[in-house]
């Protein structure tokens, strides 16, 4: 069974500050990993993924990978309040023949604080 | 990424009941999923439909009560059958791999289902 772990929090931060979120994953041979933002009522919405060990940036989102400790982390810089949100790492898990799936963590709520 | 639609947005249904949600995409993609998400809840994967053959269900879920069609590339529908109250939840399809890698997805509004 593949697992994917988050703290479910609810995490806060001030307005302005970083925000770190974190994720571990059981399977060994995961090659991708995503991050997604959920909004209430809305669906997942991809904002970051990662294939390689180390730093990923993308405008004030960084994710860090590191598979030796099976270990994926999101990092916002100068949080915003319209950065609260639930965010949900997944990680694939192939079946053959190009086919996929992702297994979701639970999320974690982040609330940005003005 | 891609467009994806879903018919209806939200509904509420009496129990005993079926509904049917469809899911359309703006063009071909290879792998179509349906999920479910429960209230406060994470997502969880129903089953992947698969263009031309019967769906693949995860544990926990059977055909008799979430058959799955996916007639072409573009569009697939997932009927949740003799509804109960348990059945209340959002459900989303979603597509890909349709991006720079090779197993992304992305989602649909979702389908908000109430049972009486």
């Known amino acids: 069974q593949k697992e994917v772990e988050q703290n479910s929090g609810p995490l806060s931060v001030p307005e302005g500050a970083i925000a770190s979120l974190n994720c571990t994953y059981s399977?060994?041979?995961?090659?991708?990993f995503f991050w997604y933002r959920q909004y209430s009522g809305k669906s997942p919405e991809l904002i970051m993924f990662?294939?390689?060990?180390g730093d990923k940036e993308d405008g004030r989102f960084t994710a860090q990978l590191n598979k030796a400790s099976q270990y994926v982390s999101l990092l916002i810089r100068d949080s915003q309040p319209s950065d609260s949100a639930t965010y949900l790492c997944?990680?694939?898990?192939?079946?053959?023949?190009?086919?996929?799936?992702?297994?979701f963590g639970k999320g974690t709520k982040l609330s940005v604080i003005p | 990424s891609a467009v994806i639609s879903q018919k209806p947005s939200r509904d509420i249904c009496q129990r005993g009941t079926s509904l049917t949600i469809q899911c359309q995409v703006d063009?071909?993609?290879?792998?179509m999923f349906w999920y479910r998400q429960q209230p406060g809840q994470s997502l969880t994967l129903i089953a992947t439909?698969?263009?031309?053959?019967?769906?693949?269900?995860e544990s926990g879920f059977v055909i008799d009560k979430f058959p799955i069609s996916r007639p072409n590339l573009t569009f697939s529908t997932l009927t949740v059958s003799n509804m109960s109250p348990e059945d209340s939840s959002i459900y989303l399809c979603?597509?890909?791999?349709?991006?720079?890698?090779?197993?992304?997805?992305?989602f649909g509004p979702g389908t908000r289902l109430t049972v009486l």
């Open positions: 979603s597509v890909g791999p349709k991006g720079q890698g090779p197993d992304e997805q992305f």
């Open positions: 399977d060994r041979g995961s090659q991708s």
């Open positions: 063009s071909q993609v290879t792998m």
């Open positions: 997944a990680v694939p898990t192939y079946s053959g023949a190009g086919s996929y799936q992702l297994t």
């Open positions: 990662i294939y390689s060990n």
């Open positions: 439909a698969n263009q031309g053959s019967e769906a693949t269900y």
